[in-house]
C-alpha cells in the first residue's frame, strides 16, 4: 500500500453499513415500504459499480514507469483481472436486486411491474415529456395502469436500465416527438378526452418506445390490462403520421 493510499480515510464495511441503515430508516419514516427502499438503494450501489467498471473500460491502460516489457504485459493482465472482477461484482449487485421472477405478468414469463418500478418509469419520463410540451392532464391512476402495461413488456433485468433505454429514445426522435406534441397534445386543438388521450400523458413516450422496440408484447400487456383499444391506435396513428 502507497504512503498516499495509508493516508485516505475511505469508508470500511461497517460505515458503509451504517449509512444504508440510516438511509434505510430515514425512507421508513417518509413511508417508503423496506422492500421499496433496498430495491432503489441496491439499483444505485450497481450502477455506481458498473459506471466505475464503465470508465475503466474506456480508458487507454499502460504501466507506470519505464520498468521493461514483461513488467508491462504483467501490469496490464492485473489490470485487465482486475478490472475484470469490478465486472463481475457489478454484475452480482445487480443479480440481488433483480435475481427474483417476481409474480409472472399477463404475457406469462414476465413479471409484474411493482409500484417503485411504476415510480422510477415516472421519474424518467416526467421530465422527457415537460421538454416537449406542458403539464400532464391524464388521470394518475389511469397512469400508473398504462406504466404498468408498459413494464409488463420487460424483464426485470430491462426496467433496471429503463431510464437510459428512454432518454435514448427521445433523443433519437426528437423532431417527431415535437411534431407529435404540437400536434395532437397540450396546447393544441385535441381534447385530452378521446381516442388521442395518451399524447396528453407523460406516459406516452413509455408507449411510443414499447411500440418500436415489442409492439406484440405492448399488445398483450394492453389487452391484459383492458386498457381502451382506441388510446393504443389513436397514439399508434397520430405517430405514424409524424414521419
Do not use: C
Amino acid at each position: 500500500m502507497s504512503t498516499a493510499d495509508e493516508g485516505r480515510q475511505w469508508p470500511d464495511e461497517v460505515s458503509v453499513d451504517n449509512a444504508r441503515t440510516t438511509l434505510l430508516q430515514l425512507l421508513a419514516r417518509a413511508g417508503v415500504p423496506s422492500g421499496d427502499a433496498r430495491e432503489l438503494i441496491g439499483l444505485v450501489e450497481a450502477g455506481a459499480l458498473a459506471l466505475a467498471h464503465k470508465e475503466l473500460s474506456g480508458g487507454v491502460r499502460s504501466a507506470p514507469g519505464d520498468k521493461g516489457e514483461a513488467y508491462g504485459a504483467g501490469w496490464l493482465d492485473g489490470a485487465g483481472a482486475v478490472l475484470g472482477e469490478l465486472g463481475a461484482v457489478a454484475e452480482r449487485t445487480l443479480a440481488q436486486v433483480v435475481g427474483a421472477d417476481g409474480h409472472p405478468g399477463p404475457a406469462g414469463e414476465r413479471p409484474r411491474a411493482g409500484r417503485m418500478e411504476v415510480e422510477r418509469a415516472l421519474v424518467a419520463l416526467t421530465p422527457l415529456y415537460l421538454s416537449y410540451t406542458s403539464v400532464s392532464e391524464l388521470d394518475p391512476e389511469v397512469t400508473d395502469e398504462v406504466l404498468a402495461a408498459v413494464l409488463g413488456t420487460m424483464s426485470l433485468r430491462q426496467r433496471a436500465g429503463y431510464a437510459g433505454r428512454l432518454t435514448d429514445f427521445a433523443e433519437a426522435h426528437r423532431a417527431r416527438l415535437e411534431r407529435l406534441f404540437a400536434a395532437f397534445g397540450p396546447g393544441s386543438a385535441i381534447a385530452v378526452h378521446g381516442r388521442y388521450s395518451l399524447v396528453h400523458s407523460a406516459t406516452s413516450i413509455a408507449v411510443l418506445e414499447r411500440l418500436d422496440a415489442a409492439p406484440q408484447e405492448l399488445g398483450e400487456e394492453w389487452d391484459a390490462a383492458e386498457l381502451p383499444p382506441a388510446w393504443l391506435d389513436g397514439l399508434t396513428t397520430a405517430w405514424n403520421a409524424m414521419a
